[in-house]
């Protein structure tokens, strides 16, 4: 069977390309469609179908641009009311793409229309299902999601339903299938994923805990529910967009790509109430920066968090990024619904420089300074901002924590009238976290270098005992 996984590392997210005798299919496409249109193309293909396994919650999905591009038909699972022309199969329904068969499971769970595909090769052989976010590598969709938008669920009623869906429809199914799920480790659609992004029914029978025959429904949902964090903000918008429509890619990108002098930037972030964000990396944004912008670097977990941070989807952007890279900061904000860049600093932070516009710093200082100053004043306020779980695993003793995931409450026990030094596991959060707070006027930070890694490795600093973190859920 000729199917393809085209993963997407920052995303933790898996589409998938399905082509039989010129005919294609698209399972779950991300934002930006040309690499799918291309992929058909190569091979001679029309896409026939775009299939969604379900509304999804941590990115948009493509599926109305390639619908509009290739003139494929958009196919969702039972009980799915899109607001827009699409397919909403029945359960068992099949579809033919060339010679293969891509018949329709309802499982609800995750959401009410989740929906597996089965798919049969040119032999009638069951060859795999492409899963969604019912099944992963190791895990299963969280149901708690769900409830946020649909206002009679609640996440102990959806993980019912996963139970019986996992235990109807996925486990009688032959051992030799192969699963194609959605997502792999890092993304937040689940606790427990494996960093494998496949595997056979079979060996997820024997090792998936949520397959565990033995497990009664009560049991499960227990299990299920016990250490969910709480999830992203952006997801019910991301939700939203997915179920009523959006504005097309190419509008987004027309609108982000707009090169703005160091003048024209600067006026547009005091005429509108568009936000500046920085996404160079972190050494390099603290040695200078437009002031009030925020630092969330292109090359760490990008959408994630400036989904966590970034409240609402239709804040107006500004953005600073490095030379070239604009259109890839565009892309991946659309990818999680953030489509209201409103143009870049064309030049860079050296144009702003260079135009004799006023900028700003953070004083950064190496573990072993950091060292030297606890030692002459041990009363020296220092804050962890990893999350929770993560302090609770390992830290430095006597230093607070403050999480990142949680500013907005974390902030309030940063004084703003002493130097306070703050790290995260390496650098990357906790500079995201400074320039927020100097934003909000806070102008005492002063960011670790290397951050608790290097405060570990410095072996001048007291560290708690390291207990597993499963075993503080």
């Given at each position: 069977?000729?199917?393809?996984?085209?993963?997407?590392?920052?995303?933790?997210?898996?589409?998938?390309?399905?082509?039989?005798?010129?005919?294609?299919?698209?399972?779950?496409?991300?934002?930006?469609?040309?690499?799918?249109?291309?992929?058909?193309?190569?091979?001679?293909?029309?896409?026939?179908?775009?299939?969604?396994?379900?509304?999804?919650?941590?990115?948009?999905?493509?599926?109305?641009?390639?619908?509009?591009?290739?003139?494929?038909?958009?196919?969702?699972?039972?009980?799915?009311?899109?607001?827009?022309?699409?397919?909403?199969?029945?359960?068992?329904?099949?579809?033919?793409?060339?010679?293969?068969?891509?018949?329709?499971?309802?499982?609800?769970?995750?959401?009410?229309?989740?929906?597996t595909y089965l798919l049969t090769d040119e032999t009638g052989k069951e060859?795999?299902?492409?899963?969604?976010?019912?099944?992963?590598?190791?895990?299963?969709?969280?149901?708690?999601?769900?409830?946020?938008?649909?206002?009679?669920?609640?996440?102990?009623?959806?993980?019912?339903?996963?139970?019986?869906?996992?235990?109807?429809?996925?486990?009688?199914?032959?051992?030799?299938?192969?699963?194609?799920?959605?997502?792999?480790?890092?993304?937040?659609?689940?606790?427990?994923?494996?960093?494998?992004?496949?595997?056979?029914?079979?060996?997820?029978?024997?090792?998936?805990?949520?397959?565990?025959?033995?497990?009664?429904?009560?049991?499960?949902?227990?299990?299920?529910?016990?250490?969910?964090?709480?999830?992203?903000?952006?997801?019910?918008?991301?939700?939203?967009?997915?179920?009523?429509?959006?504005?097309?890619?190419?509008?987004?990108?027309?609108?982000?790509?707009?090169?703005?002098?160091?003048?024209?930037?600067?006026?547009?972030?005091?005429?509108?109430?568009?936000?500046?964000?920085?996404?160079?990396?972190?050494?390099?944004?603290?040695?200078?920066?437009?002031?009030?912008?925020?630092?969330?670097?292109?090359?760490?977990?990008?959408?994630?968090?400036?989904?966590?941070?970034?409240?609402?989807?239709?804040?107006?952007?500004?953005?600073?990024?490095?030379?070239?890279?604009?259109?890839?900061?565009?892309?991946?904000?659309?990818?999680?619904?953030?489509?209201?860049?409103?143009?870049?600093?064309?030049?860079?932070?050296?144009?702003?420089?260079?135009?004799?516009?006023?900028?700003?710093?953070?004083?950064?200082?190496?573990?072993?300074?950091?060292?030297?100053?606890?030692?002459?004043?041990?009363?020296?306020?220092?804050?962890?901002?990893?999350?929770?779980?993560?302090?609770?695993?390992?830290?430095?003793?006597?230093?607070?924590?403050?999480?990142?995931?949680?500013?907005?409450?974390?902030?309030?026990?940063?004084?703003?009238?002493?130097?306070?030094?703050?790290?995260?596991?390496?650098?990357?959060?906790?500079?995201?976290?400074?320039?927020?707070?100097?934003?909000?006027?806070?102008?005492?930070?002063?960011?670790?270098?290397?951050?608790?890694?290097?405060?570990?490795?410095?072996?001048?600093?007291?560290?708690?005992?390291?207990?597993?973190?499963?075993?503080?859920?």
């Amino acid at each position: 069977m000729k199917i393809e996984q085209i993963y997407t590392g920052c995303l933790a997210h898996a589409a998938y390309y399905l082509e039989s005798n010129g005919e294609a299919a698209i399972f779950d496409p991300l934002r930006e469609v040309e690499p799918y249109i291309q992929r058909a193309e190569k091979s001679n293909a029309t896409i026939k179908y775009v299939f969604e396994t379900h509304f999804h919650a941590d990115f948009v999905s493509g599926h109305l641009d390639l619908a509009k591009k290739t003139g494929a038909k958009i196919v969702f699972g039972p009980t799915a009311k899109p607001g827009y022309d699409a397919i909403t199969a029945e359960d068992n329904q099949i579809f033919k793409v060339g010679d293969y068969s891509v018949k329709v499971i309802h499982t609800p769970g995750h959401t009410m229309e989740s929906t597996t595909y089965l798919l049969t090769d040119e032999t009638g052989k069951e060859h795999g299902i492409i899963s969604g976010d019912t099944l992963f590598i190791g895990d299963v969709g969280r149901p708690d999601l769900a409830q946020h938008v649909i206002a009679d669920l609640t996440e102990e009623k959806l993980a019912g339903h996963l139970y019986d869906s996992l235990r109807n429809k996925i486990m009688p199914l032959s051992d030799d299938l192969i699963v194609y799920p959605n997502h792999g480790a890092g993304s937040a659609c689940g606790k427990n994923m494996s960093k494998e992004t496949t595997d056979t029914l079979g060996h997820q029978k024997q090792v998936n805990y949520a397959l565990n025959p033995e497990l009664t429904k009560e049991a499960f949902i227990k299990e299920i529910l016990t250490g969910l964090t709480t999830p992203p903000g952006y997801f019910p918008q991301n939700v939203l967009m997915n179920i009523k429509g959006y504005e097309s890619f190419d509008e987004v990108m027309k609108r982000g790509i707009q090169a703005l002098s160091p003048r024209a930037f600067d006026a547009a972030a005091n005429e509108t109430e568009a936000l500046v964000l920085d996404t160079r990396d972190a050494q390099v944004f603290s040695e200078g920066f437009v002031p009030n912008s925020i630092n969330i670097g292109i090359d760490g977990n990008f959408a994630p968090w400036v989904g966590a941070l970034i409240p609402d989807v239709k804040q107006q952007i500004l953005l600073v990024t490095d030379a070239g890279r604009e259109e890839e900061v565009i892309t991946r904000l659309a990818r999680v619904g953030y489509d209201h860049c409103i143009g870049y600093l064309e030049g860079g932070f050296d144009a702003w420089k260079k135009a004799g516009m006023e900028t700003d710093h953070i004083h950064r200082v190496t573990a072993e300074q950091l060292a030297d100053i606890r030692a002459n004043n041990p009363e020296t306020p220092v804050f962890d901002v990893r999350k929770k779980s993560e302090f609770d695993s390992e830290h430095v003793l006597g230093v607070e924590n403050a999480p990142l995931d949680i500013i907005n409450s974390a902030m309030t026990s940063i004084p703003k009238n002493k130097t306070v030094y703050i790290h995260c596991a390496g650098g990357y959060r906790s500079m995201i976290f400074a320039s927020i707070l100097r934003a909000r006027g806070y102008d005492n930070l002063v960011d670790v270098v290397g951050g608790f890694k290097a405060l570990k490795d410095s072996q001048k600093f007291e560290v708690s005992d390291y207990v597993c973190p499963t075993t503080l859920l």
